[in-house]
């Protein structure tokens, strides 16, 4: 069995606001550790259950976060950027299973430091149905036929995990109480949910589902302002719906989407302030 690993940041245990996940910022070397610790547990526990590999992808900011030195030396890791598919780049069909380690809620939605993508997206739409970026990495890996076996991250993580995936193994490693803070298990204490929830996903594997992708998904996105509408407007065979900062895009499968979805959110990005 061949399993991959996603891991993001902000719903790592302990870790509550900006200082924590900014490269800048005095809390992030400390971060750092717990992140790959955290991945650690998962990459030990799969590897216990007779998994032959594990891919692991740094998906958070720069993808550039996790100390590959302390990494389980029988893990592949994937980090840097640019990634043409971001935060699932590796994944394919010959993988069994794909985990979510240190994911949090969408933009809009209550949860620690929620956001999709960056914080100038309100709202990610593929047709009808509303995500943020566990949704669409979701999606990718349901294009390829394989089940998202685990979310872990924060309660409101979890949740969004529940609603979206039928029968997917949720670990709680933290409780939201504002956007900026959270009532926090220990690492030594998540570190062992960690390693139980895995175990448990694997049990549970055959309940469940890949989350299948429309053939011909819509994209739209709403961003925060019209300039940054304006920008991912500029990427050839978008539209704006009327007098709004929602920008749409008709993609030929889940993964022209996705990589819409990046230049539109690269150029938004651009929009001054000032």
């Given at each position: 069995?061949?399993?991959?690993?996603?891991?993001?940041?902000?719903?790592?245990?302990?870790?509550?606001?900006?200082?924590?996940?900014?490269?800048?910022?005095?809390?992030?070397?400390?971060?750092?550790?717990?992140?790959?610790?955290?991945?650690?547990?998962?990459?030990?526990?799969?590897f216990n259950e007779?998994?032959?590999?594990?891919?692991?992808?740094?998906s958070h900011s720069k993808m550039n976060n996790l100390l590959i030195e302390r990494i389980h030396p029988e893990a592949k890791v994937i980090v840097g950027d640019v990634k043409p598919y971001s935060m699932v780049q590796g994944l394919d069909s010959s993988y069994s299973g794909a985990m979510f380690i240190g994911y949090h809620a969408r933009a809009s939605m209550l949860g620690v430091m929620s956001h999709s993508m960056i914080f100038g997206v309100r709202n990610m739409y593929i047709n009808d149905v509303a995500i943020g970026e566990m949704g669409f990495n979701?999606?990718?890996?349901?294009?390829?036929?394989?089940?998202?076996?685990?979310?872990?991250?924060?309660?409101?993580?979890?949740?969004?995990?529940?609603?979206?995936?039928?029968?997917?193994?949720?670990?709680?490693?933290?409780?939201?109480?504002?956007?900026?803070?959270?009532?926090?298990?220990?690492?030594?204490?998540?570190?062992?949910?960690?390693?139980?929830?895995?175990?448990?996903?694997?049990?549970?594997?055959?309940?469940?589902?890949?989350?299948?992708?429309?053939?011909?998904?819509?994209?739209?996105?709403?961003?925060?302002?019209?300039?940054?509408?304006?920008?991912?407007?500029?990427?050839?065979?978008?539209?704006?719906?009327?007098n709004t900062t929602i920008v749409r895009f008709q993609a030929k499968d889940i993964l022209e989407a996705y990589r819409a979805m990046l230049v539109m959110i690269e150029l938004a990005m651009r929009t001054s302030f000032c």
């Open positions: 069995m061949k399993l991959y690993v996603s891991v993001d940041m902000e719903g790592i245990t302990g870790l509550a606001d900006h200082t924590h996940v900014d490269s800048s910022k005095h809390n992030y070397e400390r971060s750092r550790l717990i992140m790959t610790d955290e991945a650690n547990h998962v990459i030990a526990a799969a007779g998994c032959e590999e594990v891919l692991v992808n740094d979701a999606y990718v890996a349901g294009y390829y036929g394989v089940p998202v076996l685990l979310v872990a991250g924060d309660d409101r993580a979890a949740l969004e995990a529940e609603q979206l995936i039928p029968n997917v193994t949720t670990a709680i490693v933290k409780e939201t109480i504002t956007r900026s803070a959270v009532k926090s298990l220990t690492p030594a204490k998540a570190g062992e949910l960690l390693k139980e929830k895995t175990l448990a996903a694997f049990k549970n594997k055959d309940l469940v589902k890949p989350l299948i992708p429309p053939e011909h998904p819509l994209l739209r996105i709403e961003f925060a302002n019209y300039g940054q509408a304006e920008w991912a407007h500029l990427m050839p065979g978008t539209e704006m719906e009327g």
